[in-house]
Structure formats: structure tokens, C-alpha cells
T-cell receptor
Framework: DSGVTQTPKHLITATGQRVTLRCSPR?????VYWYQQSLDQGLQFLIQ???????AKGNILERFSAQQFPDLHSELNLSSLELGDSALYFC?????????????FGPGTRLTVL | AQKVTQAQTEISVVEKEDVTLDCVYE???????LFWYKQPPSGELVFLIR??????QNEISGRYSWNFQKSTSSFNFTITASQVVDSAVYFC????????????FGGGTRLMVKP
């Protein structure tokens, strides 16, 4: 158990809908990262927050947004969902925002868009 | 831009065989960090090791060992005396000070250990 929690574990929804994925980092960790794992794109970095502020953006679509709250939990919002958004979404946390900080991953949320 | 290549998409071995998973990386950062993660069938990503670019000492942890060679930009992972529980997808990843501290992952190697 990495100490990172993600809810829900599974999510099934329809095209055009909006969903929110939630992540609670390990106790004391200030950085939260979101990654998407799909069959065609592999594991891709989406976005990072550090202590409430956005730190880095990767291949995140404009239809996706995220935030980190004062209690350090983070939410990833996916809107106008398309079939291609079906994937496993991981949240990871680390103690700092440096390249050497190990990132510990949550169990993931499997999103299925029908 | 950073890139990680795991040329072996799938490896199948029989229990107790040794197996090496290859990882080759590209980066313009002078200081960077290499990682290995394991993704068992249950789906979570488990951190295994971090290696700094300025430390080329190889590392051994039980049946696991890692060979970092800067000259060939490789960070290979060897499992000695493989066990069925080692069956998983293994990912090599890279982060760098200038490219941002997000992880760039390779495509993964699926290891199947048969009894």
C-alpha cells in the first residue's frame, strides 16, 4: 500500500459527460501528479500540483482540468468525454517537487466511456 | 525532449531462470534520475528503485539488480531466479532537473514467469 488513495476505483459513463476523479496524497506529501495510462499512448504525464499551485503541465487536453485543495487532496475533472478518454488514471504523490523525489502511485481509477 | 525505450515488449521465462529487462534513455539534462516501477496484474504501480545520473554504482536488492551505464544510456534490470510472483509489467522511467520532474515512462515490458 503506497499510502496514496484514489476514488472511485471504477467509473463508467457516457460520451459527452463530465466526471471528477479524486486523489489523496501520502501523509506529508505536497506534490500531486496525474498520469493517464492507455493502450495506445502508454503512461503519460498530465499535470502536477505542488502545495496548491500548478507546477507542470504535460499532454493534458483542454477538456481536462485539475486542482489541489488546501488539505492537499487533488481532483481531476474530465469533461465532454470521448471514447478515447477511456483509460486508467493514476495519481502519484511525492514529498517535494524535485526530479529526484520518488513518486508513489495510487491504485488508479479506471474510466470507461461508452 | 526526454525519451525512454524498452525494446522488449514481452518476455516469457520459466521459474528460476534469470531475466534482464532492457531500458535505454535519451535526455539533454546533465543531471537526471532513472526509476523502475512494477505493475502487477492488480494494476497498481509499485516503485522499485531510483538511480541518480552521477552515481554509476550498480545496485543489488535481494534477487533484483540494476546495471546503470551512462556511456550507453542504459539502465537494465535483472531478476535472478525468477518466481511466478515476478510476473508483471515493468516500466523504466526518467526525470530531469531541466525537463521538469514529471516522469517520462518507457512502453513497459511484460514479464511472464511460468512455473
Amino acid at each position: 500500500d503506497s499510502g496514496v488513495t484514489q476514488t472511485p476505483k471504477h467509473l463508467i459513463t457516457a460520451t459527452g459527460q463530465r466526471v471528477t476523479l479524486r486523489c489523496s496524497p501520502r501523509s506529508g506529501d505536497l506534490s500531486v501528479y496525474w498520469y493517464q495510462q492507455s493502450l495506445d499512448q502508454g503512461l503519460q504525464f498530465l499535470i502536477q500540483y505542488y502545495n496548491g499551485e500548478e507546477r507542470a503541465k504535460g499532454n493534458i487536453l483542454e477538456r481536462f482540468s485539475a486542482q489541489q485543495f488546501p488539505d492537499l487532496h487533488s481532483e481531476l475533472n474530465l469533461s465532454s468525454l470521448e471514447l478515447g478518454d477511456s483509460a486508467l488514471y493514476f495519481c502519484a504523490s511525492s514529498g517535494g517537487d524535485r526530479a529526484y523525489n520518488e513518486q508513489f502511485f495510487g491504485p488508479g481509477t479506471r474510466l470507461t466511456v461508452l | 525532449a526526454q525519451k525512454v525505450t524498452q525494446a522488449q515488449t514481452e518476455i516469457s521465462v520459466v521459474e528460476k531462470e534469470d531475466v534482464t529487462l532492457d531500458c535505454v534513455y535519451e535526455t539533454r539534462d546533465t543531471t537526471y534520475y532513472l526509476f523502475w516501477y512494477k505493475q502487477p496484474p492488480s494494476g497498481e504501480l509499485v516503485f522499485l528503485i531510483r538511480r541518480n545520473s552521477f552515481d554509476e554504482q550498480n545496485e543489488i536488492s535481494g534477487r533484483y539488480s540494476w546495471n546503470f551505464q551512462k556511456s550507453t544510456s542504459s539502465f537494465n534490470f535483472t531478476i535472478t531466479a525468477s518466481q511466478v510472483v515476478d510476473s508483471a509489467v515493468y516500466f523504466c522511467a526518467l526525470s530531469g532537473n531541466n525537463a521538469g520532474n514529471m516522469l517520462t515512462f518507457g512502453g513497459g515490458t511484460r514479464l511472464m514467469v511460468k512455473p
